[in-house]
């Protein structure tokens, strides 16, 4: 079986140089087994990903995308972006999607009236005094 160390110490970059090798995922070499870990353990994405989803329908990449877009719980430190496996499983539990409301139904609550923001309303004022000035 290869490495994961050894596929990156072999790869070359297009003008030949070796790319720094990336750190090996020695804490899961150490501890491969998911159930060895506790719930609120610290991992990185990577190893959150090796770990939990190995042949999974995700990535470290997506992880990092649910986590800028504020669906998975995590912290940045040092540069690196750690979760844990009870934010990983809340991320991924089955939810229920709400029914869509039918135009007929009055049981069914209003939608909520969008409210402007100072910044947008401020601009507003500013556009219709422009109109203004110009006889618009």
Avoid at 30 to 35: N, W
Avoid at 66 to 80: S, T
Avoid at 91 to 101: K, Q, V
Avoid at 102 to 120: I, L, N, Q, R
């Amino acid at each position: 079986m290869i490495e994961a160390r050894e596929v990156v110490d072999d790869f070359l970059t297009g003008d030949g140089t070796t790319m720094a090798p990336r750190p090996a995922l020695d804490r899961l070499k150490a501890r491969p087994d998911p159930g060895s870990w506790a719930d609120d353990e610290l991992v990185s994405l990577s190893e959150a990903v090796a770990l939990f989803m190995p042949h999974g329908p995700l990535t470290a990449a997506a992880l990092r995308t649910a986590y800028r877009r504020g669906k998975l719980a995590a912290r940045e430190v040092c540069g690196r972006i750690l979760t844990t496996r009870r934010h990983l499983d809340a991320m991924t539990a089955p939810r229920l999607l709400a029914p869509a409301n039918d135009a007929g139904d009055e049981s069914a609550p209003p939608a909520p009236t969008p409210v402007a923001s100072a910044p947008s309303l401020e601009l507003a004022r500013r556009i219709a005094a422009a109109r203004r000035r110009r006889g618009a």
